[in-house]
């Protein structure tokens, strides 16, 4: 692994598959959301945008026959 930034709180490293880790103090590893924020910050990686969410359309002609064989 090779060094590619080290600060006093964390440092990165680059693996041999060319992706990045980062050890926290204690020799921990960081995951998840805060490596992701720390290596954009180091401006390694370009986080993808988050996907604008889609309302669900419900199937209205199912709930609309339901209701009419209950009310007979």
């Known amino acids: 692994m090779e060094i590619v930034k080290r600060t006093s709180e964390y440092t990165i490293v680059k693996k041999r598959n060319g992706r990045f880790g980062v050890q926290g103090k204690g020799r921990s590893w960081i995951n998840a ?11 390694l990686i370009k986080a ?5 969410a ?11 026959a339901a209701g009419e064989e209950n009310a007979e």
């Open 54 to 64: 889609e309302p669900e359309e419900a199937p209205a002609e199912e709930e609309g």
């Open 33 to 43: 959301e805060e490596k992701v924020r720390i290596l954009k910050d180091a401006g």
């Open 48 to 52: 993808p945008e988050p996907k604008p």
